[in-house]
């Protein structure tokens, strides 16, 4: 036991693989949820 | 504060006599329509100065230490070096946010989304290929350059969520509410996102993917505070109420935000110190700085279009009914 870490790339890649994986889902799903409320929005607006 | 005390009163004098309690307070009478400010442009001069200044200290000076050209530093020390880059930055970042959040536009947060994007292809690039491996912890300190960015702007949206709330119990405009629950999310979403970082750098150096130990756990118990401000706000239907009362919550439980922040000096703790340039390698600058502007401008994008579907939404809630409906409820 050196103390030393080596190796464990797997580590690293899984970290930033997680870490665009969910700024991209929550990304996409508030764009979407917003898109979807302008369209009720604008729905609403020519009903009136 | 006052305003919330006088509604909080007036919440109790109206149950108290029978009557209906107050109703919110209508939109500001500029947002015609669907509440939108159509006719403004978009308002980026000075927050585009203060992001330059912000970026020079941030990344050409960093450039130049990482290449061997000290002069661009202006023979600044580091930490006024560092100070200026994210302070500049941050600022820069949030005036963006509060001048333009808002316009009924898609380019806002298209242009931070497309900042974002650089910053973070460069700053990963560099983390990954360029920047040389940690003395002790070889190639898996790399991890570094997401998960303290995203530390840092996760208690930086939580800040902004409690500058919202104090906002908000002073003014009581509905437009705080809107980004207080934004900021609540999106920091909601950071923090998740820290504990998994965390994780996976603690397994290989610690040996374990998690332990009680202080930074972790108060980092936990603040992720489950602020999930339970957005389930109150899920469950409180009435508006007026549900806004107080996440306000006052938010201030509660922004209290665990200084906690996490000093857990590593007050107590013996596993986790390292908080890194500054004064613990990290001027050799690390560059990929940290541009992943930490990378992840604040996509937090800050994240956080103006969720603030505007809160206010999209509660104009839905506060809107009057069509007279159709109300005149059926008369009948009725």
Not at chain 2, 68 to 96: D, N, R, Y
């Amino acid at each position: 036991m050196s103390g030393l870490v080596t190796g464990g790339w797997n580590f690293v890649i899984a970290a930033y693989v997680v870490t665009f994986s969910v700024l991209f889902i929550y990304g996409v799903s508030i764009i979407t949820r917003l898109r979807e409320e302008r369209s009720r929005a604008a729905e609403e607006a020519n009903t009136k | 504060m006052a305003a919330w005390l006088k509604n909080e009163i007036c919440d109790i004098t109206c149950f108290a006599s029978g009557t209906a309690p107050h109703p919110p307070a209508a939109p500001s009478p500029r947002r015609a329509g669907r509440g939108t400010i159509e006719s403004e442009r978009m308002k980026t001069a000075p927050p585009a100065i203060l992001l330059a200044i912000g970026a020079y200290f941030g990344f050409v000076v960093a450039i130049g230490q990482f290449h061997g050209v000290p002069g661009l530093a202006l023979g600044l020390p580091s930490g006024v070096i560092a100070t200026l880059a994210a302070g500049c930055g941050v600022a820069g970042a949030i005036w963006f946010l509060f001048a333009n959040d808002q316009l009924d536009s898609w380019r806002p947060p298209q242009i931070l989304i497309g900042l974002a994007l650089v910053c973070l292809a460069f700053g990963s690039y560099y983390g990954l290929f360029v920047a040389p491996p940690e003395q002790f912890m070889g190639d898996v300190q790399r991890i570094m350059y997401v998960h303290v960015p995203t530390a840092w702007n996760a208690l930086l949206a939580m800040t902004l969520a409690f500058v919202c709330a104090v906002i908000f119990l002073f003014n009581s405009d509905y437009k705080w509410d809107s980004r207080m629950e934004g900021s609540i999310e999106v920091g909601v979403v950071l923090a998740f996102l820290l504990c998994c970082q965390g994780a996976i750098w603690a397994k290989p150096t610690w040996g374990v993917w998690w332990d009680w130990d202080p930074r972790l756990t108060t980092t936990a118990v603040l992720l489950f505070a602020f999930i339970g401000i957005l389930a109150l706000r899920k469950f409180v239907e009435d508006p007026a109420r549900r806004a107080i009362w996440s306000a006052v919550a938010t201030i509660i439980a922004y209290v665990d935000v200084p906690i996490v922040y000093f857990s590593v000096r007050w107590w013996n703790s596993l986790h390292q110190q908080q890194s500054n340039p004064g613990t990290v390698s001027k050799q690390f600058w560059l990929p940290l700085r541009l992943n930490a502007f990378g992840i604040l401008f996509l937090m800050v994008a994240f956080i103006m279009v969720r603030a505007r579907l809160a206010a999209l939404r509660l104009e839905h809630e506060m809107a009057p009914p069509l007279p159709e409906v109300a005149e059926l409820g008369e009948a009725v």
